[in-house]
């Protein structure tokens, strides 16, 4: 089925505001600053900063949707739908999800290039994929499970890749890159959940994306803000980059913001960035589907790892493109982007039908019994 215009608009914001977002987000760990104590500058190490920050852009969707519901209906035909009314703490796991999640792609993208990051993220079709089954009620089609299977080769190659690069990388450890790399993946784990939750959540509940964005971003932006104040005692040694090697410490964020703003616009940008972002994304799952989400969240690899080449942030590896290939081709199979050739041989394409008509059967079936 074609998409409309409004979900190739969708689509493409996107594709453009997640690479903004992950690229600022390296911007801001590659500058260096003088902090709040004497000492020499040091780098800007503060992951639960940067992850209250993009909770902030996702709280002021909830104000741009009651604004705009403000408006709509002062007018003489309201044509904007609110939806539902729901208890808001439905999103409160998804919420924590996000949060937990993002934290810890925060603290591994200290550890590695912004690339590895992005293509080790792919591994979170892998885990959609299987908590849609157990969850969801879904059938994976025979496509799906090579295209998993050849999705988590793809992660060894750009894992191997890390490693051999880690040798001659200057600027991280191998230990820190292989724990970036495993953090990572681990945060992959983490964030299916949330996809899973919002997709059952959204597809139940007919609820605006922006309210849903928002509210998720108003749990997380108070737990994660509150979360900070204990952060600032709890000592974790060489694991935190900051002076006081404390778990986050957002006294000494500031200090570097006010010592370089530059900073500060890093962070702005993926602030604004995440707010459309999540927006995008949210609006992808309810108007496609979690699994395309997956598919443009994957191409945005190929964005960030040519910006990051053009930018000198990281040196060209020829496994890492075959790691992406393998990942790019792994994430094609999963989500039947080759069945417009196969559709093309007519026992493939009669097959390809039956195929579909028992899977929209059997979710149907799953969502009558939910209902009932």
């Known amino acids: 089925m074609a998409w409309t215009r409004y979900q190739l608009f969708l689509a493409g914001l996107m594709l453009t505001t997640g690479s903004i977002n992950t690229l600022s987000a390296k911007w801001a760990d590659m500058f260096s600053a003088k902090g709040c104590h004497d000492g020499p ?33 002062r007018r003489p035909e309201p044509q904007m739908n609110p939806g539902q009314s729901f208890n808001p703490l439905l999103f409160f796991p998804p919420a924590m999800c996000d949060m937990l999640a993002t934290s810890i792609m925060y603290v ?81 784990i983490i964030a299916s959940v949330q996809m899973v939750l919002e997709e059952k959540f959204v597809y139940k509940h007919d609820v605006h994306p922006l309210r849903a964005v928002g509210t998720e971003g108003l749990f997380g932006f108070i737990v994660l803000t509150l979360l900070l104040f204990p952060m600032y005692f709890i000592y974790v040694g060489n694991f935190s980059n900051n002076p006081r090697h404390v778990l986050e410490d957002a006294l000494d964020a500031f200090c570097q913001i006010g010592y370089k703003p530059l900073i500060l616009l890093a962070l702005l940008g993926n602030t604004v960035s995440i707010a459309f972002f999540n927006f995008a994304g949210i609006s992808v799952t309810k108007e496609i589907s979690a699994t395309t989400r997956m598919v443009l969240d994957s191409l945005r690899t190929l964005v960030i790892w040519v910006v990051s080449l053009a930018l000198g942030w990281e040196e060209f590896q020829g496994l890492q493109v075959l790691g992406f290939l393998v990942l790019l081709l792994g994430t094609a199979l999963y989500n039947g982007l080759h069945r417009p050739l196969l559709a093309r041989i007519p026992w493939c394409a009669q097959r390809m039908d039956l195929e579909e008509e028992s899977s929209s059967g059997e979710r149907d079936r799953l969502l009558a019994s939910e209902d009932t």
Not at 57 to 66: K, M
């Open 41 to 73: 500058e040091h780098d800007f190490s503060h992951p639960f900063v940067q992850a209250v920050g993009m909770f902030l852009g996702e709280f002021s969707c909830l104000v741009v949707f009651y604004i705009l519901l403000h408006y709509d209906r």
């Open 108 to 188: 591994a993208l200290n550890m590695t290039s912004a690339s590895s990051f992005q293509m080790l993220r792919g591994a979170v079709i892998i885990f959609t994929g299987l908590l849609s089954v157990a969850f969801l009620g879904r059938r994976l089609s025979p496509s799906q499970w090579v295209g998993i299977f050849i999705t988590i080769l793809g992660l060894v190659i750009v894992g191997l890749a890390d490693f051999l690069n880690g040798h001659k990388d200057d600027s991280h450890r191998l230990s820190d890159i292989i724990t970036g790399d495993l953090l990572i993946i681990m945060a992959q």
